[in-house]
């Protein structure tokens, strides 16, 4: 393409090259700000792999809580993660409704210790402001 108004050592994109690291021609710009880490692993895909897919109650709630947590407070000061967090609404969600939650396999799937859990579930709880008798029912594996 040689058009006049333009030079010809210029790329067609020269307004998002950054000199430091020039792009290929076919390499996608990225997003200013990119999706969490869970978007990628939505909430009742989390939901399904801890037995709670046939409650959209429970799902829908712990959807509203993760957004809640979005808006109210920064969890990675917590340092809990995306999922970790995903995870902690859900058994929020199911004590509200009053639905049988694992929670032995839901501190296995979050990656933390049991202690680091609570303790995680807690401040969150105490965060979002929301108190639910918690009913836990451990399996027996």
Do not use: W
Request: some cysteine; charged content about 20%.
């Amino acid at each position: 393409e040689n058009r006049p108004d333009r030079p010809l050592f210029l790329p067609s994109n020269a307004e998002t090259v950054s000199p430091s690291r020039p792009r290929s021609r076919f390499a996608p710009i990225p997003a200013a700000n990119p999706p969490p880490a869970a978007a990628a692993m939505d909430m009742s895909a989390i939901a399904a792999r801890l037995g709670l897919s046939g409650s959209r109650p429970v799902v829908r709630k712990a959807a509203e809580l993760r957004r809640l947590c979005d808006i109210n407070f920064d969890s990675s000061v917590l340092g809990i993660g995306e999922v970790c967090k995903a995870i902690i609404c859900l058994e929020i969600a199911a004590t509200k409704f009053q639905v049988i939650f694992d929670r032995s396999e839901a501190v296995r799937m979050s990656g933390m210790s049991e202690k680091a859990y609570i303790r995680s579930f807690n401040a969150l709880q105490n965060g979002l402001g929301v108190k639910y008798a918690t009913l836990h029912f451990y399996s027996a594996s």
